[in-house]
Structure formats: C-alpha cells, structure tokens
C-alpha cells in the first residue's frame, strides 16, 4: 500500500490548497530518473510522518496546470505547501536525511 497519494490538476486545490495539514507535493514524470529514486524515500517520509505530513505526487506531464501556475521549471522539484501556501521549494532529489532537515519546521 502506498503512503503517498496522487493528485492531478483537478484535485490539487481539495488536496493541496485546502488541507488542514502540511502537504508536500512532489512534481515528477515517468521518464525522469532522479525522480525515481527519490520516490522510495517520500515513500518512507509519509510513512513515519504521516500524522503529521502528507506527501503527494503529481505528475507533471499528466498534469501541466500545476507545475506550470508554480513555475516548476526542472523535476524533481518538492513544494511544502501550508495554509494553502507555498512555504518551502526543494529542488532534485536529495537523501531522507536532507529531506526531514527541510521538513523540519512542519514535523
């Protein structure tokens, strides 16, 4: 079973703009390799962190509206979104190590 969920350009404000908890959304495509391999690590993150943090994907080749109203220019890129608002961008893939460090305020 999945930790994380995925959105889609339709469902990103119900999902994302309008949630009670922080959401991290992760911009990804099929063919992007450094994208793969961060997915096991938010995998994890949502697991452990789930309580308090939800972590969605989006892909952006599905789904350009978003990436594109959030200038997401190269992939992976995160968004920590709180409020319905934008707080932190984390762009490529990095280690769970780097990744709990810039979630540290939401966790």
Request: aromatic share 6%; hydrophobic share 45%.
């Amino acid at each position: 079973m999945s930790n994380t969920i995925t959105i889609n350009d339709d469902s990103f404000k119900q999902e994302v703009l309008d949630s009670d908890k922080p959401v991290l959304v992760d911009f990804w495509a099929t063919w992007c390799g450094p994208c793969k391999m961060v997915a096991p690590v938010l995998e994890e993150i949502a697991g452990e962190h789930g309580d308090k943090l939800t972590v969605a994907k989006l892909d952006i080749d599905q789904n350009p509206g978003a990436a594109r109203d959030f200038q997401v220019m190269s992939i992976p890129t995160m968004i920590l979104f709180q409020g319905g608002k934008p707080i932190k961008t984390i762009v490529g893939a990095k280690g769970k190590a780097a990744l709990l460090k810039d979630l540290a305020d939401v966790l």
